[in-house]
């Protein structure tokens, strides 16, 4: 129980601000209650970002209003300025600075993480580090990028990454549904999800629980309650690996 606390309550937070496939891989991550460290990291971003737009107010406002002040006293304006009209200016210059978009900005990512984790379970990083290893990603298979024609579809394949992460957000975090059925003599099983699933793409080796399937296909419904569909052919042995998906079927509901 101490155990769990000190995985999920102080280290997840942390490791809550890195995309989910990172995260995943971190030693320890079985021992997190993702959800609740994704609501302490929202809430801790949230308030860090509160506090430091104060500070940064006061460090810059009060600067400003006492220079703009003691200039007007000394007739450096051509025209007579009101304190009134010195604070606009100041005012200005602060909602127009960089240093407060940073911060408002980080508030803002703050309550959608927040939310995101308490109400709908949905355990977002920080976009900026979501960029990252998406970037990292086109890096490391920058062999499959020979041609302008694959260098845009790979930055189709990122701007549609962000689009079904923000699919998957507007939607309640539901259990998969599991869909079996047969072809040709073959088991197929189709996925069916409220959330996307990182790095699932044709045709990868998937295990799920005790058996080795193929992923054939994926796709999504947009329309529907488990937009990300994924069907999956049974193969009849296979070799555990590093590029091998790993699925357990948990508390999916099976439909036949």
Same mark, same amino acid.
């Given at each position: 129980m #101490?155990?769990?606390f000190f995985w999920t309550f102080l280290l997840g937070p942390v490791a809550a601000l890195l995309p989910e496939a990172w995260r995943r891989s971190l030693p320890g991550s079985d021992r997190v209650h993702w959800e609740r460290?994704?609501?302490?990291?929202? #809430?801790?971003?949230?308030t860090a970002a509160t506090i430091a737009m104060g500070y940064w107010y006061f460090q810059i406002m009060t600067p400003m209003i006492s220079s703009g002040t003691e200039a007007a006293l000394l007739g450096k304006f051509k025209e007579g300025a009101t304190e009134f009209q010195i604070g606009g200016a100041a005012l200005a210059v602060f909602a127009t600075h960089h240093v407060t978009w940073i911060f408002a900005y980080a508030f803002g990512e703050g309550a959608v993480r927040l939310f995101g984790a308490a109400f709908t379970e949905d355990v977002l990083g920080t976009f900026p580090l979501f960029l990252l290893e998406r970037a990292i990603f086109l890096v490391r298979h920058r062999e499959r990028i020979r041609s302008d024609e694959d260098l845009r579809r790979n930055l189709s394949s990122l701007v549609e990454g962000v689009h079904h992460q923000a699919l998957g957000a507007r939607r309640p975090r539901l259990?998969?549904?599991l869909h079996y059925s047969t072809e040709a003599g073959d088991e197929i099983l189709e996925i069916w999800a409220s959330r996307m699933k990182d790095n699932w793409d044709p045709p990868k080796v998937t295990h799920v629980d005790e058996t080795y399937y193929r992923l054939e296909q994926s796709w999504v419904e947009k329309d529907a309650e488990r937009p990300f569909r994924y069907r999956l052919r049974r193969l009849e042995a296979g070799v555990p690996g590093r590029?091998?998906?790993i699925y357990k079927t948990g508390k999916s509901v099976v439909k036949f």
């Open positions: #101490l155990g769990q460290a994704g609501a302490v990291s929202g #809430l801790l971003e949230l259990c998969d549904e590029n091998v998906l």
